[in-house]
């Protein structure tokens, strides 16, 4: 158990950590292809993906509750134990109910809904911050609209990859 929870804060963290790093060089490419200022740009570009890496691992956070407490309900546990105590499940649906259950890619749909979240939640974020760098309004949310429109689309590959590679960790630890 404390390898399982070791592996998930690292894996939490690589993630925080590879997704600031992209966010940091679009953030100061949009800044400065909008205020044509490299100090204004390297400054937007510093401070809003700090914050918005904070957000992100909240966002990513919530994301992740949601999708196990839809995978498996406290009523649906129950049932699984019980059938499985009465020898009624096959082995994959015992295995299923150990928690052995396969992880697999998101829908598309959920992909929209939580790029389209982390959008709302991005542009609050870098319109803020924008404007505590700039005094400028216009700027601000140029940025907020700009800047967020360009990350959800690496936040969707991001996500896609990070996806992909925590899918076959468990097909490897699964088999």
């Known amino acids: ?40 740009a390297l400054a937007i570009g510093v401070v809003e993906p700090f914050f918005q890496t904070i957000a992100y691992s909240f966002h990513d956070r919530i994301w ?8 498996r309900s406290g009523m649906e546990e129950t049932a699984e134990a019980f059938t499985a105590r009465l020898d009624l499940m096959n082995a994959g649906e015992q295995a299923r109910a150990h928690g052995h259950h396969s992880h697999t890619l998101p829908s598309l749909k959920k992909i929209a809904v939580k790029t389209l979240t982390y959008g709302a939640m991005h542009f609050v974020v870098a319109v803020l911050v924008a404007f505590a760098i700039t005094r400028d309004w216009r700027a601000a949310l140029a940025i ?8 959800m689309v690496f936040f969707a590959v991001h996500d896609r990859i990070w996806s992909a590679r925590e899918a076959r960790r468990q097909a490897t630890q699964t088999a």
């Open 1 to 40: 158990m404390v390898v399982s929870l070791a592996r998930s804060v690292r894996s939490l963290a690589l993630k925080s950590a590879s997704y600031g790093v992209m966010h940091l060089i679009v953030a100061m490419l949009v800044a400065f292809a909008i205020t044509r200022d490299w100090r204004l």
């Open 64 to 71: 992740h509750r949601i999708e196990r407490r839809r995978m």
């Open 144 to 151: 907020g609209l700009i800047e967020p429109l360009v990350q």
